[in-house]
């Protein structure tokens, strides 16, 4: 018997995963098409790995 472990960062702005100069909005199960600039005032959340493994 196998069981599929997840563990995944809270939502929150992260620096966008394609490398591009923004931040986008991670929803706690998926990046979604919400991005903003760099800013001081979007305030990023921990920059916590984010791990999926099964």
């Known amino acids: 018997m ?6 995944v ?3 929150g702005w992260y620096r966008d995963p394609l ?3 923004q ?6 199960m ?3 098409n919400r991005i903003e600039d ?3 005032e979007v305030q990023l959340a ?3 790995r984010m791990l999926v493994s099964a």
């Open 9 to 11: 960062a809270p939502a």
């Open 38 to 40: 760099i800013r001081p």
């Open 19 to 21: 490398g591009l100069p």
């Open 30 to 32: 998926s990046w979604t």
């Open 23 to 28: 931040v986008r909005w991670w929803n706690g």
């Open 46 to 48: 921990s920059q916590q």
């Open 2 to 7: 196998s069981s599929t472990t997840s563990a």
